[in-house]
């Protein structure tokens, strides 16, 4: 089902979603520690992973990516007291959702980092991409989003 | 002067929408006083032929329900889009796709096959049907059908939206006066892309059940549910949609015991109908143990067909996977 | 959105830190080609971003171009964003319409390959740029600052911080569980390195806490409830019964001359003496009235005795007495509830409690104390004999992943204070049996020589295990100590007439419930979390409530001081503004569209979501909301919106983050 | 009655032949079958580890899925069996490629590992199954006066299995005195007897017993009783050389758990393969017990 | 990622069934070998060891008696502070020994092994008698004596083997190790 041409190996594009106060600066201590990852995953700053709406996972899948990370502060740690379980909960039922629509849910990862495990981060990160490599590519009909193009236009 | 003209016309539906209008009752009338009809498959005869000699524009509303399935829905959508000046997707059909828009969760292929070769189906020599077949007399055609439903606004511009499966026959009555007076200016017309004949809440707003915090440890289904008749549903564990479901319809299942399924669709402004129901009932479930959600969720039985049963074709997603494949 | 925003795109190239991977001519100009429709009107790449040239450059344009959104790609917002968002309000631009995206800890620094990078970056700009488009201009909340204090724990770092916001003036409520102030550094004898005495330098703090007009002392009490936020806190307070009105009693001591019943005293004594059922903690104990204690007093068992009462001159003994519930305002509240001693039972091997001359350092302070149960004397289990040879095991249920795994900071230097004081009283060998000796701290490895100079016998080695099992006649009768001398690779056995267990310090037992009742959060460990571990020690993630001393990790006397002033200097600083400036980070809910449904209800841990059952809808009180957004994410009508993380923002910013994957797509389809 | 798949070992089919005969016998008293397992084969003892680990594995997974075939947990007597086959059995159970690896083996001899079998030591099955009460109920000559010192070894209890006491367990005391012996406390009741080392390492080992027995000793030790026949040979058949060795003269008897239990319940001698020990059964032993 | 592999990925690499935290995370604190009741007796203690083999010294390591002389107690391993399973090392260290032909001379540990696994993979069940030859050539007079005394008394109690132990379906049992190892490996 690969649709890139066999000359460059199909690279993931991942969207990632981390806390501010530990998957974030996990993220920020990998960059300050010169760690290397894969550059497949462009991250999305919200305050807590309990603010991960539904919504924007779905937006990311229909939008093209391939997969989509949530992380967060570990359970117990998190400086909300415990948003993360709330996170937990969506991530798990959302799994189940995805799955009936046909997006594996291994697309869908989450991560608990802390803002020391910048090395953590770095390793979960590329054996992510690998994972998703493998999956290949998810090509989400994308057409059918570029509505207006068909639409006719409206007399004046 | 001649009167401001009037079309009505089913994609695919199933006609709940026009009973849905005739049981405006006398108001019906109205309509009648109000405008001509020019154009309603179901009500009067007329032939596509008589729309397309129209000037464009020149239907002043348009009431379209149903979904995109083939080409032909979407010819006449487009043909209408261009005589009309309002056109107004009516009824869940054709905001959202509805329940003809559960047929993006499987290829086409297979709905075709399961239509023309079930058990109940007497087809020995399991045929299917041509899209166009030649006799003597000349060749027949007939639609060919979209790999996946779309709605209205995925072919055309709309500029109203009434949801509902049907739309409720008071909201209708309350539309049909707006527009009516806005035709003698006395109303000013919502701006475009309103959904005019609902609320901006959701159930909830209108339904009469008690409610407290919700802590869920079990989710039920109604038929095996002995539930209490004050008090909120989603509370005793019963998935209603209410909670994401825009308001206007006077919460009619809630009021008599049955859960709400969703036919309003989402509430105003909100990206995606089902997203919102995974937010919702992911947030009542009272455990933080990965096993024991895993187990309560177990009793969500089907969940995306809970969360998208009238809205798949109007989500982010739209279709499966295996849909878009085709 | 009607009106088009200009929107100036400024990429930093970090002297070579970002530049170095990042192709930033190539990513301005692509903005500038290819952001146009989005609203961006200048791109530019700048050597550095964050200096005042830089700023400069964002304000001049934001004049001269009228800009009404910017967006920089440069570092972790973490780092720059108030440099930026400020660089904004110089130019006159609210600065919550800027947007910093991190193209270097994200990108530069952890990618090698440069097109990808850049690539990258080009996608994490066009995020940004996407997002900014929704910003809102925004103001910081203001609230009134109460100018009470509630200090939580009477121990060294709690007195300290009660006293420094008393001295500037303002009110302290010290609450304190057990019956007198003065915590762990009361029970020791000496202090490390300077082996002053404990109670010399602490009595007198403890005085002045116990005296000072601001300063409302409620010892034998707990901090039940705590409603409210940053300003103003309502703490409920229990005052538990002392069976003793204070305000008759004198502190003369007949009560407890009195008291028929002795008790072990487990906590001040650590259980190597006896008190009365009827006490104060210790002679200098603040304040001065003693406690009945109802478990063991026997009147309170038997229903007869009342000794105390008929003795006491001033009639003060109460029986009847029950617990006070106090309600106290407070502003800004300080945790110092200090840590418990790790049990030396759970390592079986060293044989505590099984071995009679196995003590711990905390009956070791009690013994070596003047005062203390054998009056200062260092002598065995049996009272009278004075050991020749004392082995001193560090790390104690420290550094041990069958136990706690983080080192315990003090016990080293507690080592070598034990190891001083026993050759300094009985001229006995020691041994010190360590695995690193760590003495981070002014005069503290100048105290290790000291020791290396006094001819303390120093074995590296973690003692395997302590028994009683002689196999050679020089260790009859002996404690023999199991280890291995790793630098010169020797099993010894080393024969000793007493040890020293120098146990590592563990939060305290409730600690976890403490934490959930001031709404902070606990590590792993159980160790309360500040807001920062280098940069914001002792705030914590919430607003108005600051932790000192051990609650926060092991700590020493002069660190747990600091600590208690660092977090008063802190709380007198909100209090002279008189009113505290909170980011607007924060979700708000639209009551025309809120259906009541609850489900956010329970979203919010700091109870900022409160029912209207009159109107049915939920209101979010802004005070107390800290920004998570988790009710954003969770109302299904999608009536709560959040500021600064808008549903608007993050899905403009998922579109631009994927706008180089739309064509790639669309060839695929 | 409780039943068992019985694992005897290779040790107990001559060498320990009498641990053999007493296990059997008790248990029988105490309301427990142990029902030999068919066709067995050797554990791979600690020495196999050093060859060959998925070999070991091997050897003993063929064990544990005949005993799965008899739906009964497998008990073992010895100490080294029961280590190997329990955390086989939890290794197997964890790592399903190497699970996998193993069963394909397996497949020659129509076995096949599913995880579903238990392993316990025969000392745990006393201790748990039966236990100090209802066993001091059973005793009919209850061994008043003896002085025993229970020795652990090593494999019953490390490596740990879960959050049990590895330094200092007090099961084998209560059953000690619950047979109306006195248990001595002794340091070194959970100080390896170097058995396994006996033929490699001749002289450690012997240094290794000497501790042993002396510490027994010191604690005025009657007898001392084992759970295992490694431990029992290594500190029996040995004894003379240690006093060759180190000019002592230990005549320590060590008998098995299961002898002395055995005793306590009056069950004749022969039976329990007493008379094939090398040190003679402790004077004071032999006054109380009646038969 | 370098591409030679260090001795301490070797020996991690055969650890990978056991349980517990990477040796190299091992801080030398002593508690092994002040617990190991052989200790005295090894060229090095566990402790030495396993800096060793951090070091990478290789060859020191297979020449030292140590790992031969670990009784396999597990005391070292219950009381690692850094949960580092010091037994199964020393167990992967005879494996590689063996594998490698390389040990200390004189060591009875490596032959007794081979012999004892032969044994057992010819007839299922152990045999000792057939043991002695791999070892008793290495004793001395002295030990042979007593070795041959307690040998006797064995037999006199009846309590040595007279026939080998054999397993009734032997032929599965030699396919099934096949399947493990080609047959031959160890023969």
């Known amino acids: 089902m690969t649709d890139t041409p066999e000359t460059k190996p199909f690279e993931p594009t991942i969207i990632g979603f981390t806390c501010n106060w530990c998957s974030y600066r996990a993220a920020d201590m990998a960059g300050t520690a010169r760690m290397k990852y894969a550059p497949n995953v462009r991250l999305i700053r919200l305050m807590c992973s309990g603010r991960l709406d539904p919504t924007f996972v779905l937006k990311a899948f229909a939008g093209g990516a391939d997969a989509v990370l949530i992380s967060g502060c570990h359970p117990g740690d998190c400086h909300y007291i415990n948003q993360n379980y709330k996170a937990l909960r969506r991530f798990l039922l959302m799994k189940r959702v995805l799955a009936q629509m046909g997006i594996q849910p291994e697309r869908l990862k989450l991560l608990w980092a802390s803002a020391a495990e910048g090395a953590i981060f770095t390793r979960e990160i590329n054996e992510f991409v690998e994972q998703v490599r493998a999956l290949g590519p998810l090509n989400w009909n994308t057409t059918a989003i570029e509505v207006h193009a068909e639409k006719e236009e409206v007399p004046a | 002067m001649s009167k401001p003209k009037f079309a009505m016309y089913w994609a695919a539906s199933c006609g709940g929408c026009e009973i849905a209008v005739l049981n405006i009752h006398e108001k019906i009338l109205d309509v009648d006083a109000a405008f001509e009809v020019v154009f309603w498959p179901v009500a009067m005869d007329a032939k596509y032929k008589d729309v397309e000699a129209m000037q464009d524009g020149e239907i002043t509303l348009c009431l379209f329900n149903g979904g995109m399935r083939n080409d032909e829905n979407e010819h006449i959508a487009k043909l209408l889009r261009r005589k009309s000046k309002i056109m107004v997707a009516f009824g869940s059909c054709a905001c959202e796709g509805c329940i003809p828009g559960l047929a993006n969760f499987r290829p086409i292929k297979e709905l075709v096959d399961t239509a023309f070769s079930t058990i109940s189906t007497d087809n020995p020599e399991n045929i299917r049907p041509q899209t166009s077949y030649s006799m003597p007399e000349g060749a027949i055609t007939i639609p060919t059908l979209n790999p996946m439903l779309k709605t209205l606004d995925q072919v055309v511009d709309v500029d109203y939206y009434m949801p509902g499966c049907p739309p409720e026959s008071h909201q209708i009555a309350a539309v049909v006066d707006l527009v009516i007076a806005a035709l003698n200016g006395k109303a000013e017309l919502p701006p475009k892309g309103a959904t005019i004949g609902a609320g901006n809440s959701t159930v909830c707003d209108e339904c009469q059940r008690k409610r407290n915090v919700k802590l869920i440890k079990e989710f039920g289904r109604i038929q095996f549910t002995e539930a209490d008749p004050e008090l909120c549903l989603l509370e005793q564990g019963i998935p209603c949609n209410g909670i994401a479901t825009r308001s206007g319809c006077n919460a ?5 015991g049955a859960q709400c399924i969703g036919c309003y669709g989402p509430a105003e402004g909100v990206v995606d109908y089902g997203a919102r129901l995974i937010a919702g009932f992911a947030s009542v479930i009272d455990s933080d143990d990965p096993v024991e959600i895993d187990k309560i969720l177990d009793g969500l039985v089907d969940p995306a067909g809970q969360f998208y049963r009238f809205n798949l074709a109007g989500s982010l997603l739209r279709a499966s996977k295996s849909a878009q494949k085709g | 959105m009607d009106k088009k925003e200009k929107i100036g795109v400024y990429v930093c190239h970090c002297g070579t830190n970002i530049a170095g991977v990042v192709n930033v001519g190539e990513v301005s100009t692509w903005a500038a080609e290819n952001l146009k429709n989005d609203g961006v009107v200048i791109a530019r790449d700048y050597k550095f971003m964050c200096s005042s040239l830089g700023q ?57 390959d440069k097109i990808a990078a850049t690539e990258k970056a080009k996608a994490i700009l066009s995020g940004g740029v996407s997002r900014v488009i929704h910003h809102e201009p925004l103001e910081p909340l203001h609230v009134p600052i109460h100018p009470a204090t509630l200090v939580v724990g009477g121990g060294i770092a709690g007195i300290q911080a009660a006293l420094e916001i008393a001295n500037a003036g303002f009110p302290v409520y010290l609450v304190e569980r057990e019956p007198s102030i003065g915590g762990h ?13 404990s109670a010399c330098i602490l009595t007198p703090k403890m005085v002045d806490a116990g005296n000072h007009p601001n300063i409302t002392l409620l010892t034998y009490s707990e901090v039940e409830k705590v409603d409210g936020y940053v300003g103003n806190f309502v703490a409920t307070i229990r005052k538990r019964a002392r069976s003793v009105n204070e305000a008759d009693c004198t502190g003369c001591g007949i009560c407890w001359e009195k008291c028929p019943k002795k008790v072990v005293d487990n906590v001040f004594e650590a259980g190597m003496g006896y008190r009365k059922a009827v006490y104060v903690s210790f002679p200098q104990a603040v304040p001065k009235y003693p406690v009945i204690d109802r478990e063991n007093c026997t009147y309170y068992i038997k229903g007869t005795c009342k000794a105390c009462e008929k003795f006491c001159p001033t009639n003060a003994i109460n029986f009847a007495q029950e617990d006070e519930i106090l309600n106290v305002q407070v502003g800004n509240i300080i945790l110092a509830t200090g840590y418990d001693l790790f049990d030396s039972r759970r390592i079986t091997q060293y044989g505590y409690g099984r071995l009679a001359n196995v003590f711990t350092s905390l009956e070791f302070e009690r013994m070596s104390n003047a005062a203390g149960p054998t009056g200062g004397n260092i002598v065995l289990r049996d009272g009278k004999t004075v050991p020749k040879v004392v082995g001193i095991v560090h790390c104690v249920g420290s550094r041990d992943k069958n136990y706690n795994e983080y080192c315990s900071a003090i016990c080293c230097m507690q080592s070598l204070k034990f190891a001083h004081l026993v050759e300094e009283r009985t001229g006995a060998e020691v041994y010190n049996f360590y695995i690193d000796i760590r003495t981070p701290g002014k005069g503290y490895e100048e105290f290790y020589h000291r020791l290396l100079e006094e001819g303390t016998h120093f074995i590296r080695g973690k003692v395997a295990e302590i028994s009683d099992a002689a196999r050679l006649p020089a260790e009859e009768g002996k404690l023999i100590m199991q280890v291995e001398d790793t630098l010169t690779a020797n099993q010894l056995r080393v024969p000793v007439d007493m040890v020293i267990l120098s146990a590592g310090l563990e939060p305290r037992h409730d600690a976890k419930e403490v934490a959930n009742r001031f709404g902070i959060s606990c590590s792993a460990d159980g160790w309360l979390i500040e807001r920062h571990p280098k940069l914001d020690p002792v705030a914590t993630v919430t607003e108005g409530i600051y932790i000192a001393g051990c609650v926060q990790g092991p700590k020493d006397i002069p660190n747990s001081v600091a600590q208690g002033a660092a977090a008063a200097a802190r709380i007198l600083g909100k209090i002279q503004q008189k009113e505290v400036a909170l980011e607007p980070i924060r979700a708000t809910i639209h009551e025309e569209q809120c259906s009541g449904c609850r489900i956010c209800n329970n979203m919010c841990p700091f109870n900022a979501i409160l029912f209207h059952e009159d109107k049915m809808v939920s209101e979010v009180n802004p005070a107390l909301c800290q920004g998570c957004g988790t009710c954003v994410a969770a109302c ?33 389809a | 009655m409780k039943e068992y798949a019985y694992f005897p070992g290779c040790s107990l089919e001559k060498m320990a032949s009498s641990y053999h005969k ?36 091997t050897l003993c997974a063929r064990n544990l899925a005949i005993a799965e075939k008899t739906g009964l947990d497998v008990v073992a007597p010895c100490s080294a069996c029961y280590k190997n086959m329990y955390f086989t059995a939890a290794h197997l159970k964890k790592d399903v490629d190497l699970a996998e690896h193993i069963n394909f083996a397996l497949e020659e001899d129509d076995l096949h590992f599913n995880g579903t079998v238990g392993v316990k030591h025969l000392i745990e099955v006393f201790a748990n199954d039966i236990g100090p009460e209802e066993l001091k109920n059973k005793v009919t000559n209850p061994l008043e006066g003896i002085r025993v010192a229970p020795y652990y070894g090593c494999q019953i209890v490390r490596p740990q299995k879960d959050k049990e006491d590895v330094e200092q367990p007090m099961f084998f005391e209560e059953m000690i005195s619950a047979i109306g012996a006195t248990p001595v406390n002794y340091p070194l009741k959970m ?55 180190f000019g002592t003269n230990f005549a320590v008897p060590i008998m098995y758990f299961t002898q002395l239990i055995g005793l306590s319940l009056e069950i004749p001698q022969k039976k329990l393969g007493i008379g094939q020990e090398f040190i003679a059964m402790a004077p004071a032993l032999r006054q109380v017990i009646k038969g | 990622m370098t591409d030679t592999i260090t001795f301490n990925q070797e020996i991690s690499n055969l650890l990978y069934a056991a349980e517990g935290e990477p040796i190299k995370t091992c801080i030398q604190c002593g508690t092994c070998s002040g617990t190991c009741p052989v200790a005295p007796y090894m060229d090095h203690s566990p402790r030495q060891i396993i800096a060793m083999i951090n070091q990478g010294m290789k060859e020191q390591v297979l020449e030292s008696n140590t790992f031969w002389y670990c009784a396999s107690c597990y005391h070292c391993t219950v009381r690692c502070p850094q949960d580092i399973n010091i037994t199964e090392l020393m167990y992967a260290l005879k494996r590689y020994s063996i594998w490698k032909g390389q040990h200390q001379e004189g060591l009875i540990g490596p032959t007794f092994s081979e012999a004892f696994v032969k044994m057992i993979v010819r007839g299922g069940r152990s045999f000792e008698p057939v043991l002695a030859p791999s070892y008793i050539f290495s004793f001395g007079m002295r030990e042979l004596v007593l070795e041959v005394v307690g040998a006797t008394e064995l037999l006199l109690k009846g309590r040595l083997p007279i026939m080998p132990a054999r397993i009734k379906r032997l032929d599965n049992f030699k396919r099934m190790i ?5 047959m031959g490996g160890l023969e």
């Open chain 2, 252 to 256: 009619r299942c809630p009021s008599v």
């Open chain 3, 56 to 112: 400069e450059l964002i304000q001049k344009d934001i004049k001269e171009q009228g800009l009404t959104r910017v967006v920089v790609a440069a570092c972790s917002p973490h780092l720059h964003e108030a440099t930026f968002r400020n660089a904004c309000k110089g130019g006159g631009l609210n600065p919550y319409l800027c947007e910093l995206v991190s193209i270097r800890e994200q990108d530069s620094w952890v990618h090698t």
């Open chain 3, 185 to 197: 550094m009361a029970q020791f004898d000496k202090t490390f390195p300077t082996l002053d005495c």
């Open chain 3, 636 to 668: 299904p009508a999608g009536a709560i919106s959040g500021t600064g993380f808008s549903n608007e923002q993050i899905l403009s910013q998922i579109n631009g983050l994927l706008l180089l994957n739309i064509p790639k797509k669309e060839v695929v």
């Open chain 4, 22 to 57: 007493s296990s059997i016998e008790t248990a029988k008293k105490l309301g427990i079958k142990l029902k030999e397992l068919e066709d067995w084969n050797c554990c791979g003892a600690t020495t196999y580890f050093y060859i060959d680990e998925l070999l070991a594995y």
């Open chain 4, 191 to 245: 100080r390896c007897c170097g058995g396994s080392l006996i033929i490699s390492s001749r002289t450690a080992a012997l240094g290794m017993v000497r501790n042993l027995l002396q510490s027994a000793v010191d604690a005025q030790a009657t007898v001392v009783a084992t759970a295992c026949p490694m431990c029992q040979v290594n500190l029996e058949v040995y004894q003379q050389q240690v006093n060759q060795e």
């Open chain 5, 178 to 182: 096949g399947r493990i190892i080609p």
